[in-house]
């Protein structure tokens, strides 16, 4: 037996993407059903980005997402580089005049489920079977696309809706289905070895460092907790990495005199390739692609949840000017509205990766260009400015939801 069912707008994932898109249709009055493959827990619990823009603080704050925001994130007004023995820090707010803040994503999408679900939203978690059919179809035609799903309990559901969205990520089934796909993409000869360690961060800021043996990040989740990132081979395994190992190369490559790396139980670890990955166009009929879906960049410039954020945001403006007034003109350029902002963070995402990171293949050459671009960002305020906006926000997300 199938259960019918009608909403407004369906949605394919329960990620940061799926969840802000859902609420921020709830905000506007406009139904939606998310479909999740993965249990509520795994999608609380999954460890990824932590690095929020200026913007995405704003829209949290304006759609009543920033209690605990504001309590736990942390606020940071810029990053260190070090290079060649020395540490240089550069102010955002002086060069850009905004900030970024640490909340992790899994906090990001406990705030999104409690707000979904306590508001009594259509969230189906541990979903089988997920379908897509019927997108095809100009958006002035009255198509009904369908999303179908066996839920946990075994039950069949098919969901007519007036649109799509498909926030399932890099590996979801939603990208497939657009034709005439283009897809830009780069891979990288070496990928970020992380931990979470159960240690007080060493440092106020984060420090991009740039050593002859690797890239090192040292980040954090909390006042209590950190996160670090070594430079390791495409290849490595995770196996060969005891704790040991990891926290004598961090020592090495963060070293600098006067200051030291304090050390702490390591609460997770895992190795992640890094690639750039661009998918045009980002809709097809009634089907409309968002967040890593359509696009991944290396985690370098802090990038991939502000984008999805983002691209969240301009679907929900143009899906309510679509299904509230009539008008289709701001979701048909929805892609082309996006993808400007997606290339922008994809070229600034590859120039920190490219300017930090060493390639083994490369040679004395290569690692003069990067010092010597190293050295242009931390001594010119102009290219410090670049990299500051950049960082905390290209032309910083519009906001049109006032809260009320």
Known sequence: ??????????????????????????????????????????????QRAGLLEAGTVELLRSTGLGKRLDAEGLEHGGIYLQFAGERHHLDFRELAG????????????KDLNAARLGAGAAIEFSASDVTVSGIEGDLDDGGAPVLSYVSESGEHHEVTCDVIAGCDGFHGICRPLVRDLVVYERGYPYAWLAILADVAP????????????????HTMRSLHTSRLYLQVPVETDLADWSDDRIWAELQK???????????????????????????APMRHGRLFLAGDAAHIVPPTGAKGLNLAISDVTVLADALESLLT?????????????????????????WWMTSMLHVDTAAGPFEEQ????????????????????????????????????
């Not at 990620?15 to 406009?30: E, F, N």
């Open 202 to 217: 060493s440092t106020d800021e984060l420090i991009y460092a740039r050593h002859p043996d690797g890239f090192a990040l």
């Open 325 to 349: 007034r009539g008008d289709s003109e701001p979701a048909y350029a929805y892609s082309d509205d996006c993808l400007a902002r997606v290339w922008r963070a994809t070229h600034f995402s």
């Open 253 to 279: 490559r963060l070293a600098l005199p006067g200051w030291s790396l304090k050390e702490g139980p390591v609460l997770e670890k895992s190795v992640t390739p890094m690639r750039s990955f661009v998918a």
């Open 98 to 109: 905004r900030t970024v803040t640490i909340y992790a994503q899994t906090e990001i999408v």
């Open 1 to 46: 037996m199938v259960t019918h069912t009608r909403t407004q707008v369906g949605i394919v994932g329960a990620g940061p993407a799926g969840l802000m898109l859902s609420h921020l249709l709830a905000l506007r009055g406009i139904e939606s059903v998310v479909v999740e493959n993965r249990s509520r827990a795994y999608c609380e619990a999954r």
């Open 369 to 404: 260009l990067q010092l010597s671009q190293l050295r242009y960002v931390t001594s010119s305020r102009p290219a410090a400015t670049t990299l500051a906006e950049n960082y905390t926000g290209y032309r910083p997300l519009r906001v049109q939801f006032d809260g009320s």
